[in-house]
């Protein structure tokens, strides 16, 4: 079975235009969600008249309950800001391992609504915060109130009533580290702790909305039907802060990675795919058109990348009768969409072809986890020769990169004094390049390919040069490993440190990817996906909306 | 107390901040969180190792006769897979030394604040955000 190369599938033109699949991290929550009979209720609401108090939703899975402990503030609206050093919120949250007590609540009360200035315990797995949108949150309250439902499609457009713009989980700010909870048959995946805490925070977001309402309209409010309940997704907003991630990650997003082509290789093998499965693939590329008709942005590069989206399915959907006829037709439909289409196309397609076929690859969702530090060690032993021969076997389109221009350095990568938060400088006109952090990984190993002598044992030369320790250490412990490095240069005048942002949270299962900038966007999570009293409904439209 | 992974990202900066190579840096950090989980103090030979090699030139000389960095020296043995017996005298932090060659017991409880020293040299790392870079979009989302 052959797997696309990572010289394809690894550059960051085509990692910024992929999409959410079926294997995404959100989808994978919802079918375990499911599939494991998880039980959600809304266990205390003390919000008051003004919209601020507390809230606490519960998860049960049958061995563990996990607790959602919402705060809603009365946040005025010149300190609404989306920037990570932001200091007040709409509202504030945090997940709680187990039944939180009075007590428990009260010192997350003292500590959750300050977030990073706050500390909370190892009792809790993750830390987040959410603004309303301005745009949407009073238009709702205005018409439930009213006793009308929302514009139908303005809520389609926005698709979202708050937006988080941080989720913090893995030990930040005291919280209990994923190594203490990574066993859990429900958190084995990657992500799903936090999948779970913006699926509640969802919940909640509905619940204070309709609240709101009933605050403003009295008797004359009614509630979200269930149809645009299903509408509302959470908004998120990401920066700089989620981009070395994927660097600082290899073995990880080589399991992603890896995990993603196996399944699309499976389905690119099947020789003569049944009627059924021939039309569900028609209708998740409808769908994706129907998508693409209301994702709007501002920004140039995804402008332009949407509108040849819409032109490439229609494309695609054109010729659909006639490739579908063909012996492998999904290989065919995407060589049609790799000669015809934009890589925004391209990745669309694939999420279109693995949709139908969760019998065939969902297991590959079921372990996406890999501990970075399970990877082994450096062994000094190696002679530099050897580990020369393995740059120039394994990573040798890192030599072909010219590191003396100027235009192949002109970024770097640095911690900011705000917050420790990761930025990008330019490395000729701002001041700190001394101090960059370690995200130039293709610079590194073509230095360290120049200066490894001949003869010798690594050991002896890293004692050395102590400068090419990380460099070593990423050939030898991934060079096996294809999907683990970005083939990019991530120091490139032409660099879109969005791009990798859009990796990730494809990964997520995000959706309307909206880049605000070069370097942060703004995303929709489980928009039309089932709700929590969905989830419970034996009889629920589950498999539609996900 | 203390996260794992505070512990791990904050002496890793410390160790760059004090002019190790990150790569030097991280096995610095590895190697005193393993101290700390094995119940033993892993500030104060981090310190030592931080404040010895604080402004000199790296990489730092481990010839004997002259106090010898106990990371240097410990990375060193730990890339050969090796321990030499007997060690040399005047080992700075020799128990970064020893966890970074030898295999310690886990499950002790963490600290619960970080040693100011530690917090300085971490701050090191730290560039001041300049206003090219806000205005650029750097701390949105």
């Known amino acids: 079975m052959k797997l696309r190369p990572p010289s394809t599938v690894m550059r960051l033109a085509r990692m910024g235009a992929m999409h959410a699949t079926r294997l995404s991290f959100m989808p994978t929550f919802l079918r375990h969600a499911k599939q494991q009979g998880w039980e959600f209720n809304q266990a205390e609401w003390e919000i008051n008249s003004a919209g601020v108090g507390h809230a606490c939703y519960r998860v049960d899975m049958g061995t563990r309950v996990y607790a959602l402990v919402a705060f809603a503030h009365d946040l005025p609206d010149d300190m609404r800001s989306d920037r990570v050093i932001a200091e007040a919120w709409d509202a504030t949250f945090a997940l709680h391992d187990g039944i939180p007590t009075k007590q428990d609540i009260d010192r997350l009360r003292a500590n959750v609504p300050l977030q990073e200035a706050g500390r909370v315990s190892t009792k809790e797995l993750v830390l987040s915060r959410a603004n309303r949108s301005g745009r949407m949150w009073g238009h709702v309250v205005d018409a439930l109130a009213a006793g009308q439902q929302p514009d139908k499609t303005m809520v389609r457009e926005i698709g979202y009533l708050m937006r988080t713009t941080a989720v913090y989980g893995s030990g930040k700010f005291g919280a209990a580290d994923r190594i203490d909870i990574r066993d859990r048959p429900e958190f084995k995946s990657s ?268 050991a002896e030369f890293l004692l050395k040069h102590p400068k090419f320790r990380q460099a070593a250490f990423r050939v030898q412990a991934l060079h096996d490993l294809d999907y683990a490095e970005i083939h990019d240069n991530l120091l490139c005048e032409t660099l879109r440190p969005v791009d990798m942002l859009r990796c990730k949270l494809s990964f997520f299962g995000a959706t309307k990817f909206d880049p605000r900038s070069d370097r942060w966007l703004r995303i929709v999570m489980y928009q039309y996906a089932p709700l929590a009293q969905d989830l419970m409904a034996h009889e629920a439209k589950f498999a539609d909306a996900i | 107390m203390l996260t794992r992974s505070e512990i791990l990202s904050t002496c890793k900066n410390a160790a760059r901040g004090a002019g190790f190579s990150w790569g030097m840096a991280s096995e610095a950090a590895i190697a005193t969180l393993a101290l700390i989980e094995a119940g033993e103090d892993g500030f104060g030979p981090l310190i030592e190792i931080l404040n010895h090699a604080k402004g000199k030139e790296h990489p730092l000389n481990i010839e004997p006769g002259a106090p010898i960095c106990g990371l240097t020296l410990g990375v060193y043995l730990a890339d050969l897979g090796a321990a030499p017996k007997p060690l040399p005298q005047g080992i700075v932090g020799l128990q970064i030394l020893t966890a970074l060659t030898t295999e310690l017991s886990k499950g002790a409880a963490r600290p619960d604040a970080f040693p100011p020293e530690v917090l300085e040299f971490a701050a090191g790392v730290l560039v001041p955000e300049s206003e090219l870079s806000r205005r650029q979009g750097a701390g949105e989302g």
């Open chain 1, 191 to 458: 992500f799903q702790v936090e999948m779970l805490t913006v699926f509640l925070i969802r919940e909640f977001v509905l619940d204070l909305v309709e609240h709101m309402a009933r605050m403003k309209g009295g008797d004359v409010a009614v509630p979200l039907t269930h149809e645009m309940r299903r509408m509302f997704g959470i908004g998120n907003s990401t920066g700089l802060g989620m981009a070395p991630f994927l660097v600082n990650h290899p073995a990880l997003l080589h399991r992603w990675m890896h995990a993603r082509e196996t399944a699309l290789a499976r389905v690119l093998s099947l020789q003569h795919p049944d009627e059924t499965k021939k039309r569900a693939v028609q209708c998740a590329l409808i769908t994706a058109c129907a998508n693409a008709e209301t994702w709007t942005v501002q920004d140039v590069v995804q402008a332009k990348a949407v509108q040849g989206l819409r032109s490439g399915l229609a494309k695609i959907l054109n010729n659909y009768a006639a490739l579908s006829r063909e012996a492998y037709p999904w290989s065919a439909l995407l060589a049609f969409a790799e000669n015809q289409t934009c890589l925004e196309t391209q990745e669309q397609l694939v999420a279109c072809l693995l949709e139908p076929y969760g019998d065939m690859i969902d297991d590959l969702a079921d372990d996406l986890q890999f501990e970075e530090e399970a990877l082994p060690r450096i062994d000094g032993t190696m002679s530099t020769s050897n580990l020369k021969g393995l740059i120039e076997e394994k990573f040798d389109w890192m030599l072909k990169i010219d590191f003396d221009k100027k235009s192949t350095q002109d970024r770097f990568w640095y911690y900011s004094e705000n917050k420790y938060e990761p930025r990008l400088g330019q490395r000729f006109e701002e001041p700190g390049a001394e101090l960059e952090f370690p995200l130039a990984i293709a610079r590194d190993i073509n230095m360290l390919h120049a200066a490894l002598p001949k003869d010798g044992s690594l």
